[in-house]
């Protein structure tokens, strides 16, 4: 019997390597996602591009966070031996303009998994999506696993109680259920609204002569920055261990806004300088100290170690940007989700 | 000025209205929930012109859960009309998903007019109701007076908006019309709903990129109207002096063999070779004999249909063949 895994915000960056990576490993993997009356994924889209992968095993399923009665049907129809939760209005700024909503997605929501899996009665192993902003206006740095949180956003405070939610659960119940701490993770599947991604498509479609400005907020902002495709590994190395744990994930390197808009435009010959300008409207109202986290316990417990750096990282994803869109120029580029009938 | 607020402008009435609205000189404001891919296939055309967004359309992030939110944004853009559309609309999903479908669709309305009660000016609001309501009615074609008998939570839920919204015009006097919707389709319906699935596969096996086409109950009737006529009919209902409900249908039925039937000869197939059935497909209640009588709609509001079902068919069918041949 193949081992089964069950994952929310699987049509995310994040879910979507996962998925893959699951996939790899021999699983069947169960994706919810929320029904929208469009269903263009173009991250799940990605994936079905690998015809490398057994994607017969990929099953999607409707369902939302702020669904109790439907989570707890498909906690007992799929009965996974692994959970990760990865659903969640992700974006700081905007949690600021819905923290209502945020809060019910983001916090609550981690709740309702929770109940439904102590519902149904299995014990699967769980993982929550914890972030690096939980510790916001930062006690110490680097952070570890035992520095104390301070949420500057209510992105962060419905975080930091979806991770206390996750410890009573273990402790509690039991169950075997990690925190993985993760610090700020990119990739060419970075929703566009998100600073580097944002960044190196702009690059791109500027270079290509589609854009001509790059609005953004505060350039001396300072971010740990990695890649999705790694982190999601660690992931699954957390449910692998005998017991469940909390471990921060990241690279031990902080970089600035206005460093990658360096590398991101140096990697097409031009000067973000000409480009650029500063719009308030991109400020946080709270804005979070240095974050870079120290990732020494993944490293030891779990044998994980960042492999790509900033620099690199940034690289990756303007070429990406710069061939799909000339493709998407050409005609060549398809969105078309065939994974739903 | 006239300000407008939408709901659901991300989907496929609230794309033609929003592209109806500009046109009659609007400003027009939109909710949109978040999501970390902005893909929003039908307003990108409209949004990524300069000449327009930021300008006449601006798009506020915001959920029907969210009623801090929708408060503080109703109240700042101060609208004279507010169309409701959004909701968990797919019938067949709501036996899935029934709580946060009964919660967008009933509870989300609830909330709006909670808003809309406490404003000194509050706007004219449209309602999308839907035939949904009726269920399984007892005569056919239904009209604003047929009682609601809903059989599945999407229906279930409409019948409590919409009875709501009765409420909130009688009880606090707001100028609030319910617009009882029959389906209405177009290029830009979701790609999961019926006709859209059936036009789409007719086209794709047309181009040999498709070969088969898997549906549930073929001989299911509905009655199907063009999606721009629909949202014409919005308008029109709220610049009627007095605020009521009207039933906006074309007031005949065609089976989905009928749509098959249609969109299969528009792209020169044979549906025999490539439609089955699957019992998956099937839902758990159906509604039947769902046909509107838009006669009070026509008299009062002078609304009027510019689209048969056949050109519908022709419409969808040649989008499809258009889209396909782009790539």
């Known amino acids: ?341 | 000025m006239r300000v407008a607020l939408i709901t659901g402008i991300t989907g496929q009435d609230g794309s033609y209205l929003c592209e109806f609205l500009l046109s009659k000189g609007y400003v027009v404001h939109g909710l949109v929930r978040r999501t970390s891919s902005i893909e929003r296939s039908r307003l990108r055309h409209i949004y990524r012109n300069p000449e327009v967004y930021g300008k006449t359309l601006q798009l506020h992030y915001c959920d029907l859960e969210d009623a801090t939110t929708l408060r503080r944004i109703i109240t700042k853009i101060s609208p004279s009309e507010l169309y409701h559309l959004a909701g968990q609309s797919h019938v067949g999903l709501s036996f899935e998903i029934a709580e946060s479908t009964v919660d967008s669709v009933a509870v989300g309305t609830l909330r709006l007019l909670e808003i809309i009660r406490d404003l000194s000016a509050p706007p004219r609001v449209f309602h999308a109701a839907s035939s949904e309501i009726f269920g399984r009615p007892l005569s056919m074609p239904q009209d604003e007076q047929t009682p609601m008998a809903p059989v599945n939570p999407y229906g279930a839920s409409k019948a409590f908006a919409t009875q709501l919204c009765r409420i909130y015009r009688e009880k606090y006097g707001i100028h609030i019309v319910n617009g009882i919707l029959y389906n209405h389709e177009s290029p830009r319906r979701g790609e999961n709903f019926v006709t859209r699935k059936i036009c789409r596969a007719a086209a794709a096996i047309r181009l040999c990129l498709q070969d088969e086409l898997l549906l549930g109950d073929t001989s299911a009737q509905r009655d199907w109207g063009d999606a721009r006529d629909y949202v014409r009919g919005m308008w029109q209902a709220l610049q009627h002096a007095t605020a009521e409900d009207f039933v906006f249908a074309t007031g005949i039925l065609h089976s989905v063999r009928d749509v098959v039937d249609r969109a299969f000869s528009e792209a020169g197939v044979d549906p025999g070779r490539h439609v089955h059935q699957d019992d998956r497909l099937l839902r758990g209640a159906e509604s039947t004999s769902l046909v509107g009588n838009p006669a009070k709609a026509e008299r009062v509001l002078g609304w009027k249909r510019e689209t048969d079902f056949d050109g519908l068919i022709r419409w969808m069918v040649q989008a499809e063949l258009a889209d396909l041949k782009a790539r």
Request: proline share 4%.
């Open chain 1, 1 to 341: 019997m193949p081992k089964k895994a069950l994952i929310t915000g699987v049509s995310g960056q994040d879910g979507s390597y996962l998925v893959e990576l699951l996939l790899e490993k021999g699983y069947e993997v169960h994706g919810i996602v929320r029904r929208q009356s469009s269903t263009i994924r173009p991250r799940l889209d990605a994936v079905q591009a690998r015809k490398d992968l057994p994607l017969d095993k990929l099953v999607l399923h409707y369902g939302d966070l702020g669904d109790g009665g439907g989570l707890v049907r498909l906690v007992d129809k799929v009965q996974p031996d692994e959970v990760y939760n990865l659903a969640a209005q992700s974006h700081v700024r905007v949690s600021f303009d819905t923290p209502e909503y945020t809060s019910d997605v983001t916090g609550t929501g981690c709740i309702r998994l929770l109940e439904a899996i102590r519902d149904v009665g299995i014990k699967p192993r769980f993982y929550q999506a914890s972030s690096s902003e939980m510790y916001g206006k930062v006690r110490a740095v680097p952070q570890t696993e035992e520095t104390p949180f301070h949420p500057r956003s209510p992105y962060a405070v419905a975080k930091v109680f979806a991770y206390w939610a996750t410890v009573n659960y273990r402790e509690s119940y039991g169950l075997h259920a990690s925190n993985g701490i993760l610090f700020n993770h990119e990739s060419p599947r970075r929703g566009e609204s998100f600073v580097t991604r944002k960044i190196t498509l702009a690059a791109a479609r500027i270079k290509l002569g589609l854009q001509k400005r790059l609005a953004l907020g505060n350039l001396d902002s300072k971010r740990d920055w990695g890649y999705a495709k790694e982190y999601v590994e660690a992931m699954w190395l957390m449910l692998q261990q005998p017991e469940g744990d909390d471990y921060v994930v990241a690279t031990n390197e902080t970089h600035t806004i206005r460093e990658c808009l360096e590398v991101a435009f140096a990697r097409l010959d031009l000067d973000w300088k000409k480009y650029v300008e500063i719009d308030p409207r991109y400020y946080r109202p709270a804005e979070v100290d240095l974050l870079i986290g120290d990732s020494s316990k993944a490293k030891t417990k779990l044998g994980w170690e960042p492999k790509t750096k900033f620099k690199e990282l940034i690289e990756l994803m303007v070429d990406s940007d710069f061939e799909s869109i000339s493709n998407q120029l050409a005609g060549k580029i398809q969105f078309d989700s065939g994974i739903f009938h």
